[in-house]
């Protein structure tokens, strides 16, 4: 449906219901599944089609930058595509006028449509499938899709786990991923009973959309369900995307990436969009939804969980808000590079972010380079709305809540959506999104500033 069409439909009859409410399921499980299997291969190769259209999707690690678990390689270079003939420099010449009028704004830096757009829902790496069927018997993969993303532009796997209350350890994870099965083992000695209490309910799985025990999920057997720290792996990201709980129709929902919990401490706002205040807020309300799906209707049907404010949400928040940002032994305490520690291309790179580049306007230092508010980047000006890719309608983002840069390098892909790949990515975008023009050796320079953050 194009943007026009939804426009006039507001001023006539009302619309569909199923716009709003996810529809019940009319055909037996046997059925869908088969169906679902028989198209899968079909849908794969569609999207990947579409990655290998915006992006250059090869494996090309900067040889001596690792993530902070030194699991993993941070991937090097621009990996979006331009059109034929065009650069980054004479794209940035451009107003966004001409870029949209001439359909010029690089597939890459559009939304990215979740692998099955129409369907939506959690999809997790192969790895957390792995490890969460090795430790504890539960199925995460669907029978519909498949993660799409190379495994070497996502997040290091296990990620390393560092505690606001134990700085002096540094990575307590001893390598492993937390699940339900260990943790009690791993943590104990550590945290409180109250942080214990709340980190087991937060690897406890619940029913969620697509895995849980009734006719319409998305796994081969009934499901236990899925847990908070499925998608946000040892407190981080492990690249697990859906989509957004607060748009509809469902074709103009939006992929969202997995966020970090690493610095939750500091964070004054929740969710991509939907702005709430705690993370008890946020902890309760996405348990009542059935995890990021917006839909209390559905998820009371396949058996939601209602933790209790006080003795479970708060004990669950507790846990989350003593996770820590991993060591960044270049910067001061305030966030400011040490001069004597940091290279002449790093503090540079400072200098393009506090100035001509105006990451530091909403990054900013001294409070983890957040700023606690949302901002519209009217990327929608660069090209028309109701672009359709992969039956996502493209319609514009409007306000986003700013995201940490703290320990950046280890949490690719980038922006809400994972649209863009690598950090020499996010630079060109918003070289262009802002209009700061800024050179090659700036950019260079923000790249390397970024990597000590």
């Known amino acids: 449906m194009s943007a026009s069409a939804t426009s006039l439909a507001a001023f006539s009859d009302p619309l569909p219901p199923d716009l709003t409410y996810r529809p019940l399921p ?17 849908v794969m190769q569609r999207q990947q089609s579409l990655l290998n259209k915006r992006y250059d999707l090869v494996n090309k690690p900067m040889p001596d930058i690792s993530m902070s678990g030194g699991l993993k390689k941070v991937q090097d270079g621009v990996r979006v595509k331009l059109s034929d003939g065009m650069t980054w420099d004479a794209l940035a010449k451009l107003s966004p006028d001409e870029i949209r009028d001439k359909n010029l704004l690089p597939e890459g830096f559009r939304p990215l449509p979740h692998v099955k757009q129409a369907t939506g829902g959690q999809v997790f790496p192969q790895k957390e499938i792995d490890e969460i069927g090795k430790q504890e018997s539960r199925d ?7 993660f799409d993303l190379p495994d070497h532009l996502t997040p290091e796997f ?3 786990i560092f505690l606001t209350t134990h ?3 540094g990575d307590v994870s001893r390598g492993e991923l937390l699940t339900i099965k260990n943790f009690y083992e791993y943590m104990n000695g550590l945290i409180t009973p109250v942080q214990m209490e709340g980190l087991r309910l937060l690897l406890t799985p619940f029913p969620q959309e697509e895995f849980n025990q009734t006719e319409d999920r998305k796994v081969a057997q009934q499901s236990m369900g899925v847990a908070c720290l499925d998608c946000h792996s040892n407190f981080h990201t492990n690249g697990a995307f859906h989509l957004t709980p607060d748009v509809r129709p ?12 690493r610095g939750m401490f500091n964070q004054q706002i929740h969710g991509s969009k939907r702005s709430l205040r705690s993370i008890e807020d946020f902890t309760e309300f996405e348990q009542r939804t059935a995890y990021f799906n917006g839909d209390h209707v559905s998820a009371t049907r396949k058996g939601v969980n209602l933790p209790d404010r006080p003795n479970q949400v708060a004990m669950m ?9 991993p060591p960044a032994p270049k910067l001061d305490p305030m966030g400011k590079l040490d001069p004597a520690k940091a290279s002449e291309q790093e503090l540079a790179g400072e200098r393009v972010f506090m100035g001509k580049g105006r990451c530091g306007e909403c990054h900013l230092p001294q409070t983890s380079f957040l700023d606690n508010n949302m901002h519209d980047l009217k990327l929608e000006r660069f090209y028309n709305i109701g672009y359709t890719a992969n ?48 050179t090659q050796d700036e950019k260079d320079s923000l790249v390397a500033y970024m990597l000590t953050l």
């Open 250 to 261: 469902q074709a103009s929902r939006f992929r969202l990436d997995s966020t970090s919990l």
């Open 167 to 169: 700085p002096e350890l």
């Open 391 to 438: 039956d996502q309608v493209a319609i514009p983002d409007g306000p986003i809540k700013t995201f940490t840069l703290r320990g950046i390098k280890d949490s690719p892909p980038y922006l809400h959506d994972g649209r863009l790949l690598t950090l020499a990515d996010t630079v060109e975008y918003f070289n262009l999104v802002l209009g700061v023009k800024l």
């Open 26 to 42: 009319t055909q037996p499980l046997s059925s869908v599944r088969a169906n679902d299997e028989a198209q899968k291969p079909k």
């Open 317 to 325: 928040a507790q846990m989350q808000n003593i996770i820590d940002f």
């Open 158 to 160: 296990p990620p390393p």
């Open 140 to 146: 995460l993969k669907r029978f519909d899709v498949d």
